[in-house]
């Protein structure tokens, strides 16, 4: 099976390329100690760590939030959230229990319950994937229709997941011209390609940097779900009462550092650029304007009804018709575990 172009070594490229290619010596280097340094007895604090799927960024505010506003202090919680980068496969660090929680994509993780991991999502971040279409504004392509008769660039490990997506919207894809492009979106300014494969919080940012008008759609308003910046955990940790009861905890601030990098953004792309990345050098101007292109992916209509990062029964169906389309066996009861979120809300949609 062709990789699918929302797997983490794909989709979080944007670290390094809406900062311009930035270096990432050093990717895998110190921790970001969370809610344990001040002087508190430490057998009075349950441990964690968290495993980041990607650099220490924007698209992580939320949890800088939950760290910086002492949300996981307030739960009782000492630990360690730990930055990924184009070394770190997050699956296997939560099957080898090294984390307690981590962040990856829905399709990822089924691939590798697939494979004999057993690992469960209990939360989304990122309800709507970032996958997007992207064309000159003054020559917009605004839905898959529009893209017939026309030249998408297209990365070549896209393919696939492109070809099940216009099938879904009862396009032929014969119908429309992919041309293999690589990342950068130099051939729709140039004129080779009609449309780009891209990424809502990247590709279509460099371009305003530089001053390019773009038009997008997201794949997601068109029926193609997979969740993005999933929370991961071993079946172990939701067997033992304990770990659970730590990983509720977990939770519980997450949502609450996710509601305030949602309500101010820019707050958390200072925490991403001053605090919590400061060693890769982050560009303010780049870090807040992804940080408000997250705001709509991570909030949105069902998340305004149940709570942020929860898991509606209509999405998980959706996730799952998405990964059978591509040709990803998946069951819902084996993949996703709503219960703990549940335990966090505990009634409640906003923490």
């Known amino acids: 099976m062709t990789a699918s172009p929302l797997s983490r070594r794909m989709f979080l490229r944007r670290g390094s390329q809406l900062a311009g290619g930035l270096a990432l010596a050093g990717v895998g280097g110190s921790l970001l100690t969370a809610c344990g340094s001040d002087s508190d007895a430490a057998s009075s604090l349950s441990s964690f760590t968290f495993q980041l799927g990607w650099l220490a960024n924007a698209e992580n505010m939320g949890i800088y939030m939950a760290d910086d506003k002492r949300y996981f202090k307030q739960q009782k919680l000492s630990g360690k959230v730990v930055p990924g980068g184009p070394s770190v496969s997050v699956g296997p660090m939560i099957a080898g229990h090294k984390a307690l929680v981590g962040l990856d994509s829905a399709d990822t993780v089924a691939r590798a319950r697939n494979e004999g991991a057993t690992l469960k999502i209990v939360g989304a971040t990122l309800q709507r994937n970032p996958s997007a ?70 590709q279509p940012l460099q371009l305003q940097q530089q001053g390019i008008d773009t038009t997008t759609f997201l794949l997601a308003d068109f029926g193609y779900a997979i969740w993005a910046d999933a929370f991961v955990v071993d079946e172990a940790t939701l067997a033992d009462s304990e770990q659970r009861d730590i990983l509720v905890r977990v939770m519980r601030a997450s949502v609450q550092g996710w509601q305030d990098a949602v309500a101010d953004p820019e707050e958390g792309a200072r925490l991403a650029v001053e605090k919590y990345g400061k060693s890769l050098k982050l560009d303010i101007a780049n870090e807040t304007a992804a940080a408000k292109a997250f ?56 923490l």
Do not use: C, H, W
């Open 295 to 350: 705001v709509s992916l991570v909030k949105t209509e069902e998340t305004g009804k149940n709570g942020l990062l929860t898991m509606s029964q209509a999405g998980i169906d959706a996730n799952i018709a998405t990964m059978r389309s591509v040709g990803i066996d998946a069951d819902a009861d084996e993949l996703f575990d709503t219960s703990v979120l549940d335990d966090a809300f505990d009634g409640k949609t906003s």
């Open 133 to 202: 279409v992207m064309s000159l504004s003054d020559s917009p392509i605004q839905t898959p229709g529009d893209l017939v008769g026309k030249r998408l660039g297209i990365q070549q490990s896209g393919q696939a997941i492109y070809d099940a997506f216009f099938k879904a919207n009862d396009i032929d894809p014969k119908d429309v011209t992919y041309v293999p492009v690589q990342f950068d979106p130099a051939p729709l300014v140039n004129g080779d390609v009609d449309a780009f494969a891209s990424f809502q919080t990247v």
